[in-house]
């Protein structure tokens, strides 16, 4: 084997740590690298935003980890700063897709424009072959097509790949994901037996920037800070038949299939059908109203195909925790994609991503409209 | 691999001579300054020699000299120990923190700040603190050096407006002790912060200057130590250490070694100017220490530079790291009129005492190919296309 030299994005936690454990003990050269994204205590305490917290990423805890980790296995390690660019490309973006009535993905943000493209653009600067990352996903190069693909990991249940559908074709050729055989109990494992410190620190699950997972209380805090006020995004509570049954707070305080905190009281359960971000209404109905079938993606991502030329047959997944169902896909337009599911899906929601797949290949995605 | 460290600006290596006369404070003579004991004793005197070193390289008296634990230390001991409630206190946006957040906490208790500009060099202009002097204006800290560039400031203009006005001046000498001969009375300050460190000798130690008669609120409480200015046991081997520093920096002076490693950053500079397109000096139209040059390579991401030299054995900085580690674009340059791209596409190289012209070589065979490299990837390079990785 060639030793390469290899970048590996260090974010503090195990997953991360036992890669650059795993590549260091094959004989490669790594670079540790940890993305500063965040100032956690930028909002700290502002707006009823909880105080720091420790243990998330771009935490000082975090950094002081992956430091010790990447000295721990004496391998070289810096942090990079690239707060103004997540802050323009991801938070940005989240907020303003909450205010117009949509329920974005800051992960996908984050991995599309910070993790695969501005660490990639460092690792091969400072003369690294390729960027390695704890992600729970695997890529492969089909020789006969000539494409990389992105495939579901061998743990279905750490599977990662839902918010890694916008990776190009070069980004994959210089990606790797070690972790992709693995299991998340067989990692912990590997990194005891590194000698890892951390093998026993908790999973991170949250948003990073958003502590608590208060979105809400972010986004004032965050505007407050920015100095802009809160659009008034309030209007009416209306139910599928466009009858007036109430007020709302602001479009950006809902989420499609939302049942709390609707602020009216009926006989039968209530849930947001729909978000109307134009007219600031805020459609209600029965948990039937739920279902639909049809879903069109726009910024389509492909990846194991260049182009769809005529319908095919994929299953579709349209949030992170749901099982793809089986579905048409059709391109309709220059950058539009018809997605006609088998049986109705429950809550598609405009903001989040619609990925395809073909087994355990991930044929590509795009955003719900 | 070699390792050539071109940081001098971050911290020195402790020169062989400073180690050699701190050794014997650890072991042989680890008294308190402050027993009446023969141990004592002779800690006391290597501390009394020590500030009289350091009194000579300044030009005061040594009685006129507080040790501190550094800079820091220095600075906070000046700012907070001049000035109290209500006053008014004259500062510059190009400050290192340990000033400007000094300031800001004062600013929290109940004082007034005014932080003036700089122009395009760099530099503070004098009128502009002239015009900030208020009724109650207590004092005015500007330094002496700035860190990131080495743009000197115009302080002893700055003197003569503090005493004009009757308040009292004090400056940050951190970046100039060691570099540049340094003169407490040409100046004109009633107080002049210095870093052991900064100047080879160890971290941990530094100094105040504060002139006699000038009334100093301690910051913290304890034994009556370095005339009751500064309590807590004396760092003594530190001490040594700053002192033969001190007296090593005089006698580069009289042999003139500041003017050869001018010589030797100037053809630093030269060389990678002469090899790089698109960079120039940042505060290069004015006079700067000899050991600093702060230069821009556009449409370069300095951090990445910073990184990828580091790799192949050349230690240089950008910005100021923040607590990640990370860094952020420099506020002096951004002060200085530079937009952030610019600042954060510069670099800064400081040299040392230990340096010698292959070092210099060493950097200019590794810059302007690095520099290269860089741009070839860099997605905001001009002459390239917007590469979709």
Known sequence: ?369 | MPRIYLDNNATTPVLPEVFEAMRPYFDEHFGNASSIHSHGQEARAAVENARESAAAMLGCFASEIVFTSGGTEADNLALAGLTREGDHIITSTIEHHAVLHACKHLEEIGCQVTCVPLDERGMVDPDDVRRALRPNTRLISIMMANNETGVLQPVEEIGNIAAEAEVYFHTDAVQAAGKIPIDVKRIGCHALSISGHKMHAPQGVGALYVRKGTKLQPLFYGGRHERSRRAGTENVPGIVGLGKAGELAMSGFERGDHRKMEALRDRLEQGILGQVEDAGVNGGKTLRVPNTTNIYFDHIDGEAMVIALDLKGLAVSTGAACSSGATEPSHVLIAMGLTPDRARASIRFSLGKQNTKEDIDFALALVPETGARLREISPVHPRQPVNAV
């Not at chain 1, 070289?76 to 700063?81: A, E, K, L, Q, S």
């Open chain 1, 1 to 369: 084997m060639n030793p390469k030299t290899i970048a590996v994005a260090m974010s503090g936690g195990v997953d991360s740590s036992t890669v650059a454990a795993m590549l260091r003990a094959e004989g490669h050269n790594i670079i540790g690298l940890t993305m500063q994204l965040w100032n956690q205590r930028r909002l700290a305490g502002h707006d009823g935003m909880p105080e720091p917290v420790t243990g998330r990423c771009c935490s000082i805890d975090d950094v002081y980890d992956a430091r010790r980790v990447a000295q721990h296995l004496g391998i070289p390690y810096y942090v990079v700063n690239h707060e103004e660019r997540f802050e323009r490309d991801v938070v940005r973006p989240f907020v303003a897709e909450y205010l117009s009535g949509r329920t974005p993905i800051p992960c996908s943000l984050c991995n599309n424009h910070l993790k695969f493209d501005q660490l990639h653009v460092v690792a091969r600067q400072i003369g690294a072959d390729s960027v390695a990352t704890g992600h729970y996903a695997r890529v492969e190069y089909d020789r006969d097509h000539e494409r990389w693909l992105l495939k579901r990991p061998a743990d279905h249940t750490k599977d990662q790949t839902y918010f890694l559908f916008g990776l190009t074709q070069e980004q994959l050729s210089r990606t790797l994901f070690p972790l992709g055989g693995m299991t998340k109990p067989e990692v912990r494992e590997l990194a005891r037996k590194h000698g890892l410190a951390l093998a026993e620190k908790p999973d991170s699950q949250e948003i990073c920037f958003v502590p608590g997972g208060d979105y809400k209380r972010f986004i004032d805090a965050y505007l407050a800070e920015a100095g802009e006020s809160l659009p008034d995004t309030a209007g009416e509570l209306v139910t599928t038949n466009g009858e007036v049954i109430g007020e709302h707070s602001g479009i950006h305080n809902f989420t499609v299939g939302q049942r709390k905190g609707l602020g009216v009281a009926t006989g039968s359960p209530l849930y947001v059908i729909q978000i109307n971000g134009a007219e600031k209404q805020v459609v209600v109905g029965g948990d039937e109203h739920l279902y639909s079938r049809t879903l069109r993606a726009h910024r389509v991502n492909l990846i194991s195909v260049d182009e769809l030329r005529e319908p095919m047959r994929f299953a579709v997944k349209i949030r992170h925790r749901h099982e793809p169902a089986p579905a048409t896909i059709e391109k309709t337009g220059d950058d539009e994609i018809l997605v006609t599911f088998d049986q109705p899906q429950r809550a598609i929601t405009p903001g989040q991503a619609a990925v395809f797949y073909d087994g355990d290949i991930v044929v590509g995605g795009g955003w719900i409209a």
